[in-house]
């Protein structure tokens, strides 16, 4: 019996194969995986992509995962199907993601050169979250064939977890961070400059910024707010005047990368 179906869309297979193949090649449990070559930009959104990548699937399990993901320890498949075994009501279980009325991320994956934890809440356990970011996630096959991504709100390359995890917890299930040692081999977001966050108001990509009003008014009659890993938004205020309050904070967390990177460099 496969338990997991690892879907993973790519765009450098080089990086493919540094991160997530290297690390998935020491698995010691059996696991099938269908990958999604998008080098030349064949799919326009991570919702398409990922969708026909899930067609073949046939785990318990599929999990959707980026790239530049490493699973840190040979046994990481056969410990989070124990957890996930153990998670009544799961509806998508991920490895960052952010609580309901929490100003901070619940994570078990660290990101960047040097690696930094993200968020202030190290876990031990599974830890409910609202929404979760899509790094990797993963779902029940059956519960996924009914929910799939949304490829119409989410039609770019951003948001389209978090959108699944609404979905799913309207459909009474529950979303949990679980602690699974993960890295991200992604730096994160952040502009080349202040004057690139204030000319572009803010530092969120231009698919988020195009996906989030979408995801806003279709889960507006649902939620007052939805957490995510890049922010809170509000569902009945304009998306770009969260942005520009958002500005300060924007700010904040560039000038504190930029100096990461400077005391990496001097190392």
Not at 4 to 18: G, P, T
Not at 136 to 152: A, M, P
Not at 204 to 220: D, I, Q, S
């Amino acid at each position: 019996m496969i338990m997991f179906s690892i879907v993973c869309a790519y765009n450098d297979k080089n990086i493919l194969n540094e991160c997530l193949l290297n690390s998935l090649k020491r698995q010691t449990i059996e696991y099938e995986l269908h990958t999604v070559d998008n080098t030349k930009q064949q799919f326009s959104s991570a919702a398409n992509a990922l969708n026909h990548g899930a067609v073949k699937a046939n785990g318990d399990y599929i999990m959707f995962v980026h790239q530049d993901i490493i699973l840190e320890n040979d046994d990481w498949l056969k410990d989070v199907e124990r957890t996930l075994q153990k998670i009544h009501g799961l509806g998508v279980a991920g490895v960052a993601g952010r609580q309901e009325k929490s100003r901070d991320n619940t994570a078990s994956v660290t990101h960047g050169i040097p690696a930094k934890f993200v968020g202030k809440r190290r876990i031990k356990s599974p830890a409910q979250v609202q929404t979760l970011d899509e790094c990797l996630v993963i779902i029940k096959r059956k519960l996924f064939n009914s929910l799939k991504f949304d490829s119409t709100t989410c039609n770019d390359w951003h948001m389209y977890a978090v959108d699944l995890c609404l979905n799913a917890q309207n459909a009474g299930y529950k979303n949990y961070v679980i602690p699974s040692s993960t890295y991200h081999k992604s730096l994160g977001r952040s502009p080349k400059s202040v004057f690139a966050i204030l000319s572009g108001i803010g530092s969120l990509p231009e698919g988020y910024v195009r996906t989030a009003p979408r995801v806003l008014a279709k889960h507006r009659s649902h939620y007052k707010a939805i957490y995510t890993v890049c922010g809170t938004w509000r569902t009945c205020w304009p998306f770009m005047f969260q942005r520009i309050i958002n500005i300060p904070k924007d700010i904040a967390r560039h000038l504190y990368w930029k100096f990461r990177q400077r005391k990496t460099q001097s190392h």
